[in-house]
């Protein structure tokens, strides 16, 4: 069995409300300057990842930190480009990958949802192929967190040394429902807008370059999509052979199945999350013996704006891979 830990987090007084959390980094940081080089990454299916590297040269034997974007992000989200430029100050490689479609279209009709690890798993194979006596660690962020945790749960291979996620939604049908309510139903409105935005815009891609997977995109009944009930039901569902939203959402909750992780791993949540209820926290039979719930009052969905450092959780991060003492 795992544990539940509470976290050090502490946020100042004027930015202890959730929302604000949530909203500082995307709305109130400047975009962190970082470094990188590029990488396109071929799949077997035919399409592609742009994979966006940062830090030092790698030796043999060192260690990479592979990165995952949550729903809608990329590399170049706030927080994606504020880890990379803290792991490369301190020395350490890292990888961010962008999801199919992320920064741009793709070549097939396939995006990413919460459970996908095909796209993961060609990364971190990737990664070990070119040092193979290196030591890797991912970190996921959202929706990213949960592909990650996927991962672990159905297809560990043993290639990474330890996994962290941040505000991962463990329950999707609880999130979904979650998003529907309150002011929450603003970040949802933004969530979709984007995401139906990136499908009208792959639909003219494809129209050029991959007719047949155009038509996939045709099929899709885009209309009166308002929830991620019906998102997920109309969109991934039919893309990735689910039965709909609910087939979806209990196939790929890791929450229920965080029992079965043995590499270790840190689950950074908190109470105040705009996009998740309380009961969407992990219970502490319910963590394999290698994971550790670090949970804290307030924060937001990756916010974590501390009161001494407004970029605790990017220190947080970094402590947690410092402490494995690989060589970097």
């Known amino acids: 069995m795992g544990e539940i830990v509470r976290s050090a987090f502490r946020p100042p007084l004027w930015l202890r409300n959730a929302h604000l959390q949530t909203l500082w980094g995307p709305l109130g940081r400047s975009l962190p300057e970082v470094a990188r080089h590029s990488e396109r990454l071929d799949l077997a299916d035919g399409d592609f990842l742009l994979l966006d590297w940062a830090g030092p040269r790698h030796g043999p034997g060192h260690l990479t930190v592979i990165l995952l974007h949550g729903l809608s992000g990329c590399s170049d989200s706030h927080y994606m480009r504020g880890i990379q430029k803290t792991l490369a100050g301190a020395g350490i490689r890292s990888v961010a990958i962008n999801s199919r479609g992320a920064k741009g279209p793709n070549d097939t009709a396939l995006c990413y ?23 890797r660690i991912a970190i996921g962020v959202s929706l990213g967190g949960s592909r990650l945790l996927n991962w672990l749960i159905h297809r560990d291979s043993g290639r990474l040394a330890g996994v ?29 807008k984007a995401l139906l935005g990136y ?5 003219r891609h494809l129209d050029q370059v991959n007719p047949a997977e155009a038509k996939r995109l045709y099929r899709l009944n885009m209309s ?18 689910f039965r709909g ?30 996009f998740m209820t309380p009961e969407t926290l992990p219970r502490r039979e319910e963590l394999g013996p290698a994971v550790t719930a670090e949970i804290s009052d307030h924060g937001g969905h990756v916010g974590f704006v501390g009161a001494e450092n407004p970029y605790w959780l990017e220190q947080r991060l970094l402590a947690w891979v410092q402490g494995f003492g690989f060589s970097s």
């Open 164 to 192: 962290a996620t941040v505000c991962a939604p463990l329950r999707l049908d609880l999130c979904a429902n979650r998003l529907d309510r309150g002011l929450s139903r603003l970040y949802r409105g933004h969530l979709l």
């Open 113 to 135: 949802h919460a459970g996908e690890t095909d796209d993961v798993d060609a990364v971190i194979e990737h990664v070990f192929h070119q040092d193979p006596t290196g030591h």
């Open 199 to 203: 499908l009208d815009n792959q639909k």
């Open 224 to 241: 009166g999509i308002r929830s991620f009930w019906r998102y997920d039901d109309q969109i991934i569902a039919p893309l990735y052979g």
């Open 245 to 274: 939203a609910s087939h979806y959402y209990a196939q790929c909750n890791a929450g229920p199945r965080l029992q079965g992780i043995r590499t270790p791993t840190l689950l950074m949540q908190n109470r105040d999350d705009p």
